[in-house]
């Protein structure tokens, strides 16, 4: 309410939205909430859902339109509940003594919902997301996670279970559909669903552009999605606010047409439950899950899916089936965003064609001026190097500028050697191996057997602070060499979404369970810096100072490793010898790396594990001991 019509208009607004973000992120039976403002002549309404909030464009003057008033007032009153924004569809479960909040689904089987926290006077269970990354998020697709268990025949069951809440793009398939399409989700690394559905109310699919916002969504014009619809300032009865986050609400913006994209209300159940990343219990537990997050993700794409949305909020620590909260697993968790492969069987890196074959005597010869190269540049620890003629030949074979190519590959192995070097370069030691592959990622060769929902096959997606420069931006990544035209997302893009998770983990924490450096706090602090550059700006910016990391290997000591927390110093070798990987393959495209990228990857991370040393008892035993007593306290 207020005194006086003159009060400074976005003040009150700003207090309105406030409250209104309240009211969702504590009462989880809200899908949207309704709000206005009252002065002594003038009104303003506003709609607040899980993307932001929609507001009158002007207030609306009570006097010059009672009737307006009045009914504004009266629907308040007399509207249905599911018109007011209340769920419906979630119910109480009454047993003697407690009351758990439940979601019910049209397959019969209902869910009660528990919380881990201290229980209240009233009630005696709250709500708490089981992932920090996701939950209560208002903004995306707002995704809510709670820790739920079977309610079979009135009795709580044993087995828990996770219930997610996304609210997708009405033109992008659940994340349901996805699992339930993708081969190879059998691995034990990925989180299977035992459920999922759109949410139905009032015999409606809950989706914002025809169930919450109606009427205040723009006309359809015929135009596809993803095209910008340019429309005069004075046609605009709203001003939308696309996030409602305590720092963003004075960027109040006019609307834009993504804004506005309808999304579905969905519910999924996932039968893997664990906790989020950052609540590993030591190093050796957070690079197996990065580990196993990689198998998982190698199992999708040699079975033709290509997740595309690696972030820190779909890697998870696991629970082992049966072994409870003692022994974990890495899970790789979201396929709404993965896209299917075209079948295309064919055997990588393709052999390249060239109308006069390379002379046996020419390659014979490379093979002293390349371990002179090395010699001259003092990378050799001992005169002894020697080339084996293989690497020539497998090089002539794939790239036709393989002089460049076999001195980067040898450059690589030489910076980071294997445990037995003989200081012989053979094409084992390079890994230099053709594999099969049966499926094709390039948009020119997609096929109609792709047959989900997602209309833009050729673009890039990601969560922004773990993609890649690529992903991005439009232009390509390509180190020391002519550019290339744009390319299309592929496994690299994945591979390196992993490396910058791990990263930020070791900038932002200081430890096991995932404390937050204190140094972020303080302004102007270097670190602080870095990390709103490299993973806080906006996309353009980052993409920028990826791409400079990358190239310039030296920036990325410097900036990067050089500001690592002491707890993850041992973890400098690995992030080295990744980031010279993803260069090289970056550099020469669809060459042996390039291809090989999960196995050289995964035998990264087995190595640096075995390498760990053990860490505080006291401590592992402490974390385990937590996460015991939610398990077991849980209901």
């Given at each position: 309410m207020k005194r006086s019509d003159k009060d400074g208009w976005e003040g009150v607004v700003k207090q309105l939205i406030g409250y209104l973000r309240q009211i969702l992120r504590e009462q989880p039976d809200h899908r949207f909430v309704f709000g206005f403002t009252l002065g002594p002549r003038c009104m303003s309404v506003c709609l607040r859902d899980r993307f932001g909030v929609l507001l009158?464009?002007?207030?609306?003057?009570?006097?010059?339109?009672?009737?307006?008033?009045?009914?504004?007032?009266?629907?308040?009153?007399?509207?249905?509940?599911?018109?007011?924004?209340?769920?419906?569809?979630?119910?109480f479960y009454v047993q003697p003594k407690e009351v758990v909040d439940s979601y019910r689904l049209t397959s019969t089987t209902a869910f009660a919902t528990d919380s881990y926290k201290e229980p209240t006077p009233k009630d005696g269970r709250q709500y708490k997301a089981t992932s920090v990354a996701h939950a209560r998020v208002m903004r995306g697709r707002a995704t809510s996670v709670w820790t739920v268990v079977p309610l079979i025949n009135d009795q709580l069951g044993a087995e828990v279970f996770v219930l997610k809440e996304p609210w997708r793009p009405e033109l992008v398939e659940s994340e349901g559909e996805s699992n339930s399409k993708a081969k190879g989700s059998e691995c034990e690394f990925l989180g299977p669903t035992t459920l999922h559905?759109?949410?139905?109310?009032?015999?409606?699919?809950?989706?914002?552009?025809?169930?919450?916002?109606?009427?205040?969504?723009?006309?359809?014009?015929?135009?596809?999605?993803?095209?910008?619809?340019?429309?005069?300032?004075?046609?605009?009865?709203?001003?939308?606010v696309a996030s409602t986050d305590d720092d963003e609400i004075d960027q109040m913006t006019t609307p834009r047409e993504r804004d506005y994209v309808s999304r579905?209300?969905?519910?999924?159940?996932?039968?893997?439950?664990?906790?989020?990343?950052?609540?590993?219990?030591t190093l050796k537990e957070l690079l197996v899950v990065f580990l196993n997050g990689v198998q998982g993700h190698e199992s999708l794409y040699e079975h033709g899916r290509l997740h595309r949305d690696i972030s820190a909020g779909n890697v998870m620590i696991a629970c082992c089936p049966g072994e409870g909260a003692t022994t974990t697993r890495g899970c790789l968790i979201d396929l709404d965003r993965s896209k299917l492969g075209a079948r295309n069987p064919r055997t990588l890196p393709p052999a390249q064609t060239q109308n006069d074959p390379i002379p046996e005597a020419e390659i014979a010869s490379l093979s002293p001026a390349i371990t002179s190269y090395f010699r001259r540049r003092k990378h050799s620890p001992k005169l002894s190097l020697s080339l084996h003629p293989d690497v020539i030949s497998s090089a002539c074979d794939v790239s036709e500028d393989f002089y460049t190519y076999t001195i980067?590959?040898?450059?690589?192995?030489?910076?980071?050697?294997?445990?037995?070097?003989?200081?012989?370069?053979?094409?084992?030691?390079?890994?230099?191996?053709?594999?099969?592959?049966?499926?094709?990622?390039?948009?020119?060769?997609?096929?109609?057997?792709?047959?989900?929902?997602?209309?833009?096959?050729?673009?890039?997606?990601?969560?922004?602070?773990?993609?890649s420069a690529e992903v991005l931006g439009a232009a390509p990544v390509r180190?020391?060499?002519?550019?290339?035209?744009?390319?299309?997302?592929?496994?690299?893009?994945?591979?390196?979404?992993?490396?910058?998770?791990?990263?930020?983990?070791?900038?932002?924490?200081?430890?096991?369970?995932?404390?937050?450096?204190?140094?972020?706090?303080?302004h102007g602090n270097v670190l602080r810096k870095v990390v709103y550059r490299v993973f806080n700006s906006d996309n353009a910016t980052l993409a920028l100072n990826k791409h400079r990391l990358f190239a310039i290997p030296s920036d990325f000591?410097?900036?990067?490793?050089?500001?690592?927390?002491?707890?993850?110093?041992?973890?400098?070798?690995?992030?080295?010898?990744?980031?010279?990987?993803?260069?090289?393959?970056?550099?020469?495209?669809?060459?042996?790396e390039y291809h090989t990228l999960h196995r050289r990857v995964i035998a990264m991370l087995e190595k640096a594990v075995e390498m760990l040393p053990t860490e505080d008892d006291d401590i592992v035993a402490e974390i385990l001991e937590k996460r015991r007593k939610e398990m077991d306290g849980a209901f």
């Open positions: 009158t464009s002007t207030p609306i003057d009570i006097h010059k339109f009672p009737k307006l008033f009045i009914r504004i007032i009266a629907s308040f009153a007399v509207l249905a509940p599911h018109k007011l924004g209340f769920d419906p569809s979630m119910e559905e759109d949410v139905v109310i009032d015999d409606m699919v809950n989706r914002t552009g025809t169930f919450i916002r109606v009427g205040s969504l723009p006309p359809d014009d015929g135009q596809k999605p993803g095209m910008r619809r340019l429309r005069a300032e004075s046609e605009e009865r709203f001003l939308h579905v209300h969905t519910r999924v159940i996932v039968s893997t439950y664990g906790w989020p990343l950052t609540s590993f219990a980067a590959a040898i450059e690589y192995s030489l910076a980071f050697p294997p445990a037995q070097e003989d200081h012989i370069i053979t094409t084992d030691r390079l890994g230099w191996h053709r594999v099969e592959r049966s499926f094709d990622f390039n948009p020119a060769v997609l096929v109609s057997e792709d047959e989900d929902k997602d209309t833009s096959k050729a673009s890039r997606t990601g969560t922004p602070p773990y993609a180190y020391g060499t002519d550019s290339i035209a744009v390319p299309y997302q592929d496994a690299i893009h994945d591979i390196e979404s992993f490396l910058w998770i791990l990263v930020h983990i070791c900038l932002t924490r200081s430890g096991p369970s995932g404390a937050r450096r204190a140094e972020l706090t303080e000591e410097k900036d990067i490793i050089g500001n690592f927390h002491p707890y993850f110093h041992p973890l400098k070798p690995l992030v080295r010898e990744w980031l010279g990987l993803l260069r090289l393959a970056y550099t020469h495209r669809e060459l042996y």
